[in-house]
T-cell receptor, first 111, second 117 residues
Framework: QKEVEQNSGPLSVPEGAIASLNCTYS??????FFWYRQYSGKSPELIMS????GDKEDGRFTAQLNKASQYVSLLIRDSQPSDSATYLC???????????FGQGTRLTINP | DVKVTQSSRYLVKRTGEKVFLECVQD?????MFWYRQDPGLGLRLIYF???????EKGDIPEGYSVSREKKERFSLILESASTNQTSMYLC????????????????FGPGTRLTVT
């Protein structure tokens, strides 16, 4: 089992709708979780971090964490074509000093 | 704002050449990382460093070495470049905080697209 798993997509969402991106992880002791956005040919950009169970909102983005289910998600409200990118989930494995990244989900927002 | 810079955006080298990729961060971060990213393979960690003159192997260290002589600078060295090292190379840094040294947000540089011919 991979340490961090994401559906590779592509995920296609109409403009203005909610895009939902999901990530599961295997290390039950993980405490820190991150979402990155990566446009084609560019480097990953940190958009959200979450450390506690529940929801964390930042503008149109909401990260949700459920440690019991080992599940973290990212919701993008009022999706825009500029949100089209690959979204990477990253987890800090307990006791480690490095992040483990998922393979990424490619999101396309259709006008 | 955290700023991580890399010496080149694009680089073309010949097989067998020694290649240096430089990374500098301006946030006094303890930890620095080198990744490569290839289509279908995701981000793969090559080396990382959690202090000056310290280094740890990542998942794919073969064919690479690193140097960290100053806190703000982390260099990746391809001792003898090969065509299978053609890739996007990404540098990143994070700070640590708290008594347990938990790493928080990791920030990436713009990347260097290296082509070895």
């Amino acid at each position: 089992q991979k340490e961090v798993e994401q559906n590779s997509g592509p995920l296609s969402v109409p403009e203005g709708a909610i895009a939902s991106l999901n990530c599961t992880y295997s290390d039950r002791g993980s405490q820190s979780f991150f979402w990155y956005r990566q446009y084609s040919g560019k480097s990953p950009e940190l958009i959200m971090s979450i450390y506690s169970n529940g929801d964390k909102e930042d503008g149109r983005f909401t990260a949700q964490l459920n440690k019991a289910s080992q599940y973290v998600s990212l919701l993008i409200r009022d999706s825009q074509p500029s949100d089209s990118a690959t979204y990477l989930c990253a987890v800090l494995i307990q006791g480690a000093q490095k992040l483990v990244f998922g393979q990424g989900t490619r999101l396309t927002i259709n006008p | 704002d955290v700023k991580v810079t890399q010496s080149s955006r694009y680089l073309v080298k010949r097989t067998g050449e020694k290649v240096f990729l430089e990374c500098v961060q301006d946030m006094d971060h303890e930890n620095m990382f080198w990744y490569r990213q290839d289509p279908g393979l995701g981000l793969r960690l090559i080396y990382f460093s959690y202090d000056v003159k310290m280094k740890e192997k990542g998942d794919i260290p073969e064919g690479y070495s690193v140097s960290r002589e100053k806190k703000e600078r982390f260099s990746l060295i391809l001792e003898s470049a090969s065509t299978n090292q053609t890739s996007m190379y990404l540098c990143a840094s994070t700070g640590t905080s708290g008594s347990i040294g938990t790493i928080y947000e990791q920030y990436f540089g713009p990347g260097t697209r290296l082509t070895v011919t």
